[in-house]
């Protein structure tokens, strides 16, 4: 298929899957805002969606201080923070749009009614309950574009590019979410085990749709270590990072081509090391460094995935 | 020597009152309208309310919008859709189709001959300083091949009916004519909104027109190519067309092609694809010849491929329309079209030309600057409805600014009579009314010449207005062959 167009569907996959998890860490810090606690620390939950974004420099260029409606606001409606929901969704579309010819009229509806929809989202709508039906609204847009994908796109290469666009974005994000959230939770590795806030990891587990699965896998109490495991290492778990590499991995061997020899090795590289990998050796060595080190290396398969598929130099 | 100029002398032609589409003078329906007549008779206002409604809704979702130039960067506009269809019978279509038969192989005649033998110009029929000093002219094409013979592969023909069976051909699109996916998504909303009037009637289809397409392009793939790789080249997502461009392409199952995503090697071009380069065969190309390649046109132009023309003349790809077809859609030559049917297939003309007074001939100038209030006066390059002076709707001061322009180059405009086209019902805010109305129907030209049966129908919105582009606040309607 055209470089162009297999770039265009795969950022396309990429946006709308963003914009989701974007989604999800407002909708599970407002949550937790809510609950009883210091007016200090409130304000202080507010920092996590702003550095899991790599965002919080702008904001503070913008807004001398952090508080939860400015963060929202911020987040999803500001058309000068790209990866704000409303850039997410306009990306989405310009990307859609660029490629019509190559999505069914169903997807491009789904896009197309988004970017429409959101546009007449204002402010307003965060000062009261409507934070959380918009946040909802956000997801179930993601929900409709991935099943209308599943359920009416032609299993092509167009399909592989879209798809592995989602699940790249979703790895990326999970790593980002336990990332962020194990330095506002666990200060000092001396707390791993130790006592934990059990509403603090819950919403973890809830903001990557995680808290059930959790139950039925471990039924035990909520430890920091299991959670980490779940969104790591467990092959089940939709959301976790060995989930969303597996995927990706089975994508590359059925796209691969005479040039992308070393987008699937790394691909396959990563997925091994979650596929054999063991939480406590994650945990000895660092959960921080390990997840670091992961977004590096899923940032170098990004940039592969561009010399080998979209920015091909022909001999 | 003489070259005979169809024209007419004296008063222009003029009509006491409008050819309405659907009501007879005294009030009565036509034959072949009384299915929709009855249907809206019996069917609640607010409940067709409720399906105008929808059908924007519909339209918007589905992104079936133009991008207006000169408007904030990006501005994306439905065009204004009435669920009142244009009906026209179906033994007067099948002589209208003869008619644009006719019309579409005689231009390919010329368009060859000009680039060949130049017999008509030699034969003194059309000025050859009208053809060779054109702009739209390519001297890149003398003595170039093109597989079949065929120049102008898609060609939408402007009609407007003035009376009774009383046909006129207002302008031959020869370039890159577009609204037909308007055509298809009318039909599928109007499939939509009312079944039922499929079901009491019999309205000739129209959906296969993409399979139609596709087919003619593969027909005229270059020599010796089996199974020819056919692509849409587009200037990209912030042209005008752009909806149209991918629709075409989506519907046709070929690629979607902006100017980066082709090179040429060895003078063969080529799409970059996923898995290497891919050859590409015929190119549907709906850039204008200017930018179609930086290296033979427009050194400017970032839309284009470079030496895409120089590929083009080995014979090692085809583009349609071919590059100069324009020289045979400008409004100077348009009056010598029924001459070019005579002299290229000796048969009289099916379809009517629009009298044109043309102004570099003094005669025509004195006439027009004496008539200016009853003449419509266009710019001979001009397109889209703009530029123009349309005499009965102009003020004093309008025509003044106009006349100065005309006397400072006469050549660049032609006259004509104010035609009254035709009108049909549109909904209005209560009820109905009457609206100018003109029909552009899709002309393919390939191995053979085929069309589907109508075309788009455009209709002048505000009362009285005889504008129909869609860049000038026209809209459109479906458009039904009824067998009667």
Redesign the interface.
Known sequence: MLSRTASNLYWMARYMERMENTARILDVTYRMSLMPQSAQFADQEWFAPLNITGTLYPFTGRYSQVHAREVMVFMALDPNNPSSILSCAKAARENARAVRGSVTSEMWEVINSTWLEIQHVTEERFSNDGALVFFDWVKERSHLFRGVTVGTALKDESFHFNRLGTFLERADNTARILDVKYHVLLPSLQDVGGAVDYYQWSAVLRSVSAFDAYRKVYRDVITPVKVAELLTLHHSMPRSLHACMAEAYEIFKTISTPYSGEAVRRAGELYAALQFGRIDVIFSNGLHEYLTAFLDRLGELGSEINRSFFNVSYA | MAVAIPVIRGRPMSFDSYYNEMYLADGGVRTHYRPLADWISGTPPDRIDQMRQAAQVLF????ITFAVYGEEAGAERLIPFDMLPHIIPAPEWRDIAKGLRQRAKALNAFLHDIYHEREILRAGKIPTDRVLQNKQYRPEMVGIDVPGGIYAHVAGIDLVRAGAGEYYVLEDNLRTPSGVSYMLENRKMMMRLVPELFARQSIAPVEHYPDMLLDNLRSVAPNGVENPTVV?LTP??YNSA??EH??L??QMG?????G??LFIKDDTVY???????QRVDVIYRRIDDDFLDPQAFRPDSMLGVPGLVNAYRKGRVTLANAVGTGVADDKSIYPYVPEMIRFYLGEEPLLNNVPTYQLRLKEDLAYTLAHLEELVVKEVHGSGGYGMLIGPSSTEREREAYRQRILDAPDKFIAQPTLSLSTCPIFVEKGIAPRHIDLRPFVLSGRDVMMVPGGLTRVALREGSLVVNSSQGGGTKDTWIVET
Do not use: C, N
Not at chain 2, 271 to 277: D, I, K, Y
């Open positions: 918007h979702r589905v992104g849409v990209g997502q752009y909806f991918a629709f392409a989506q070929i690629e979607l092609v902006e980066a995503d799409m970059r694809t996923t898995a290497g380069p």
